[in-house]
């Protein structure tokens, strides 16, 4: 993520199509992770 952020311009001075994909992403992102410790979490408890 942060490579991602270094590289990338502003969000506040791109485009809104720009801003939805580096959400969508960031969402992405963040939903797979969430999963990948909900995921440890139930296999900690068995």
Do not use: C, P, V, W
């Not at 791109?14 to 909900?38: A, D, P, V, W, Y």
């Amino acid at each position: 993520m942060k490579k991602q952020l270094d590289g990338s311009k502003l969000l506040n001075s791109s485009g809104e199509k720009e801003q939805r994909n580096f959400f969508n992403k960031m969402h992405n992102k963040i939903t797979s992770l969430k999963k990948l410790i909900e995921a440890d979490q139930e296999f900690n408890y068995e």
